[in-house]
């Protein structure tokens, strides 16, 4: 008998904003937005790293 996988947490699937870049976009604008991206990048990682652990969990 095979049991149906766990479904994925939905904060692991959930879309993360994006920063509006200003037009014309100013130095300090840039800096900003810069810091907001890596910020967002870091999630996405820790995100991704969390699904990878439920697969491997999954697969065992």
């Not at 904060?11 to 920063?19: A, F, H, I, S």
């Not at 990878?52 to 697969?59: C, G, I, S």
């Amino acid at each position: 008998m095979q049991i149906p996988p766990t479904p994925l947490p939905a904060n692991l699937l959930g879309d993360y904003p994006v920063p509006v870049i200003p037009d014309p976009l100013l130095w300090g604008q840039c800096l900003t937005i810069n810091s907001q991206m890596m910020t967002t990048i870091e999630k996405v990682n820790r995100d991704k790293a969390d699904i990878r652990k439920a697969e491997e969990a999954r697969q065992k």
